[in-house]
């Protein structure tokens, strides 16, 4: 198989030949390790992942050699991290949303990344085009604390922006299907820490889940697998997730006390689940042989169908590269060997 195929396969619960993998984000000093590249497209190839992680482009105005403001109208620092760091947002007065003017979904440019991918990869990995379900936009034309307390103080223009930002993923989706042949979209919106929700249950249902039932159907009726991602105990909102139609929840959170075995038991007949080798425990600060003994026992535990072994959120510059090849090759060489006994035994099932 492929690694697109094993994506594909693992997405709609079967058993590829091998537990496929694939990540978020892996931090530049990471790759540079590993594969002597820090641009995450060349570096996921070069790794033999199953997937390659896409965003959009946008363009960037560098006010100094660390800061930027973006097409959205954010303002951002660059840290060292994947993800810069937000410092400004553009909407000032959600009142007034109205007035403020998205990027071109449709720019050329937006797609430079998407359409390198495609080209480096030629089919053998799957492409996973990352958007949003909604609450991260809001985070970044807001700011943060402005977009906790709008959606309690102004619940109708908050919804009315939401929407407006679902349309623009939509669109993004639509492009990247109809002129690329995208299959499967990612969504990495937390809306949830390991104490729980960030916000009341009640909130969430009343303001966010009509505009995420509303764009998870929207990625669906495209053709598209969904995968959603959110770090934190996730579990007030996981059946509504999984009624609206994701095909993969990320990472089973284990700072949130989520058990990799216990959520395949509970909801591995509905939808795949990808993770959860801890990011900020065995890979940071274990050694070779642990990390080994945590895929070994990750597989033993979840079976071989519907599953996308990774790390418990992304390759961040903590983790040894040491302790992430490790974990790749372990999983070659354990989760080929895993899926090939599971084909065995229910072959023998069928015919016994």
Not at 203 to 210: E, K, N, Q, R, T
Not at 309 to 330: D, F, T
């Amino acid at each position: 198989m492929t690694g697109r195929q094993r994506i594909l396969t693992a997405l709609q619960r079967e058993t590829p030949d091998c537990v496929p993998t694939f990540e978020w984000f892996i931090d530049a000093a990471v790759t540079r390790a590993l594969v002597g590249t820090t641009e995450p497209v060349a570096a996921a190839h070069e790794l033999d992942l199953d997937a390659v992680n896409v965003r959009a482009d946008y363009k960037k105005q560098f006010l100094d050699s660390s800061t930027f403001v973006d097409e959205w109208g954010v303002k951002r620092m660059l840290t060292g991290d994947c993800v810069p760091h937000v410092l400004e947002s553009p909407i000032k007065d959600i009142a007034c949303h109205r007035d403020y003017r998205f990027p071109d979904a449709a720019a050329p440019h937006r797609f430079e990344t998407l359409e390198r991918a495609l080209k480096l990869v030629d089919g053998r990995r799957a492409i996973i085009w990352n958007l949003r379900d909604g609450f991260s936009d809001m985070r970044d034309l807001l700011g943060y604390e402005e977009a906790m307390m709008q959606m309690l103080l102004e619940p109708e223009h908050y919804a009315a922006l939401l929407d407006r930002v679902v349309d623009y993923n939509l669109a993004l989706a639509r492009i990247g299907v109809e002129r690329f042949g995208v299959e499967v979209v990612a969504t990495t919106d937390d809306v949830a820490n390991a104490k729980g929700l960030l916000m009341s249950p009640a909130s969430y249902f009343d303001v966010i889940a009509p505009a995420f039932r509303k764009v998870i159907g929207g990625y669906r009726s495209l053709g598209c697998h969904v995968i959603k991602h959110c770090d934190g105990d996730v579990r007030p909102l996981l059946n509504f997730w999984v009624e609206c139609g994701i095909s993969c929840l990320d990472p089973i959170d284990p700072a949130a006390g989520l058990h990799m075995p216990t959520m395949k038991e509970q909801y591995g007949d509905r939808i795949c689940l990808k993770g959860n080798i801890d990011c900020a425990g065995v890979l940071q600060s274990g050694t070779v042989g642990e990390v080994e003994t945590a895929v070994r026992d990750l597989l033993r535990g979840c079976g071989r169908s519907g599953i996308i072994l990774s790390s418990s959120n992304s390759i961040h510059r903590g983790v040894k590269p040491e302790n992430y090849m490790a974990m790749v090759q372990a999983l070659r060489r354990e989760g080929r060997d895993a899926a090939r006994k599971s084909v065995e035994s229910a072959h023998a099932d069928v015919t016994s």
